[in-house]
């Protein structure tokens, strides 16, 4: 057990801090400095973190389980011993209710230790709903500014049709516009690449 506690602490923590610093910086600035990019790809990240967090919390929940089902079976030893040093005591059997005294202690400590351990599953399980509320709600952002992005492409593309026959007479700026849009393309995707591989650690 204490190999799958640090384990799902791990994942818990490790998830919350990474996932919380990208999604508090690098998305607001990235979308920041780039409203124009197609972000379909930043959208599919955060359905899988989405993914990833609900699964963080079913198996938390079911650790969390099993931890309430090892203090129980432990409490009810520890009333089974705590009987019988009694019953012990009061037939003066010292040579018995001195060891079943050990007996109870020992599994005192055993039930404080699984008790530790249970809460510390529940913080996780918290900080795993908290982080999952928050991919939730940057997904929506993300979906919104993909929807706003799309109609702003659409208007842009009717306004160029509308003015087509004015830019052909103007081949020097059409041709600066097309070198302007080539490097806005080019820096789109390295800030992309960037905050792929920023993801990916």
Do not use: Y
Request: aromatic share 6%.
């Amino acid at each position: 057990m204490p190999t799958l506690h640090l384990l799902f602490g791990v994942l818990t923590v490790g998830l919350f801090d990474d996932f919380s610093r990208f999604l508090e910086s690098r998305l607001e600035e990235f979308l920041r400095n780039n409203p124009h990019l197609e972000i379909e790809a930043l959208s599919e990240q955060l359905r899988q973190q989405e993914e990833d967090t609900l699964k963080l919390i079913a198996e938390l929940q079911l650790q969390e389980k099993r931890s309430q089902d090892e203090i129980l079976t432990t409490a009810q030893e520890i009333q089974k011993w705590h009987i019988r040093i009694e019953k012990a005591k009061a037939a003066n059997r010292l040579d018995l209710a001195e060891p079943a005294q050990q007996r109870e202690a020992a599994l005192l400590r055993e039930g404080n230790q699984r008790w530790g351990q249970m809460q510390g599953i529940k913080e996780r399980i918290n900080q795993a709903k908290e982080l999952l509320k928050k991919v939730q709600q940057r997904r929506q952002e993300v979906q919104a500014k993909a929807a706003q992005v799309q109609a702003n492409r659409t208007t842009q593309a009717s306004q160029r049709f509308d003015t087509a026959g004015w830019n052909q007479s103007r081949s020097f700026s059409s041709g600066a516009d097309d070198l302007d849009a080539a490097f806005r393309r080019w820096e789109t995707d390295d800030e992309l690449e960037k905050l792929k591989r920023n993801m990916g650690k």
